[in-house]
């Protein structure tokens, strides 16, 4: 039975990155919680961290898995600096730590439809030549560092729900069973695709879809401010048609001179 060991960042006195009333430390823990569930279910045995809003030290975390046991250790973060996207921290070493980086991130891609950083997964050196991270440093198994997106970004529209930091759980788990060579084997589980707008939401105004909504709020303030706008903000699932394209390259071009 293959042993993973799950680190929600930060806790306890260290909330990690805070913004737009999201904080780092929960949303890691409930995203944890999920990715523990989801292993448990195809009979993985799972370690933690923390299971509650304590602080543990970093190399106390590396220690526990290494106590344990562990086959792999898989560290849960949010992050902030206003970028966008996915991306995962593996060791410079790379071998089965860059592989289980890379099934991680590429499954928050294609079950959740999030972005992917430029360099995607990557590992950093310190200047003693070693890894930088004291997680994935001071571990004795794969180890690596999982960040979904940014909080302070329009990423956030994709997380900033319970529901949806366990869907990111999901999906980190799914990634670490296919690099465990396990079959998502209850179908229940998966993430639901997205599904398409119907006709009556066509023909009425509804919100945008949540990585939209500040976008459609934008357009709407722009226009009730009296600025230059390309749209007034309705109906966001209707089809445009070609002269209202027109329309907006127009108004684009004007804004432009």
């Known amino acids: 039975m293959a042993k993973v060991w799950l680190d929600a ?12 009333g999201l904080v780092e430390k929960t949303m890691a823990l409930t995203t944890t919680l999920e990715t523990k569930r989801i292993l448990e279910a195809h009979g993985i045995k799972v370690g933690l961290s923390r299971s509650t809003d304590i602080f543990v030290d970093l190399s106390k975390r590396a220690q526990l898995a290494n106590n344990w046991g562990a086959d792999i250790f898989v560290s849960i973060h949010y992050n902030a600096g206003a970028g966008d996207g996915a991306e995962a921290i593996h060791s410079i070493w790379r071998g089965k730590s860059e592989t289980l980086a890379d099934s991680i991130i590429y499954t928050i891609k294609s079950e959740l439809g999030q972005n992917l950083r430029p360099r995607e997964s990557y590992s950093r050196k310190g200047s003693n030549g070693k890894d930088y991270h004291a997680v994935i440093r001071e571990t004795s198994m794969p180890a690596v560092i999982v960040e979904p997106g940014f909080i302070d970004s329009n ?103």
């Open 9 to 20: 960042g930060h806790g306890g006195n260290d909330p990690g990155a805070v913004a737009f």
């Open 155 to 257: 990423d956030r529209v994709l997380f900033d729900t319970v529901e949806e930091q366990k869907a990111i759980g999901r999906s980190i788990a799914h990634g670490t069973l296919k690099h465990l060579g396990i079959k998502i084997k209850d179908s229940s589980i998966a993430t639901k695709p997205k599904e398409e707008p119907t006709v009556e939401q066509y023909k009425k105004d509804v919100a945008a879809s949540p990585r939209f909504r500040e976008a459609q709020q934008w357009v709407k303030e722009t226009k009730t401010s009296g600025g230059v706008s390309i749209s007034d903000g309705t109906y966001p699932q209707r089809p445009v048609t070609r002269e209202e394209m027109w329309e907006m390259m127009y108004r684009v071009s004007k804004v432009n001179k």
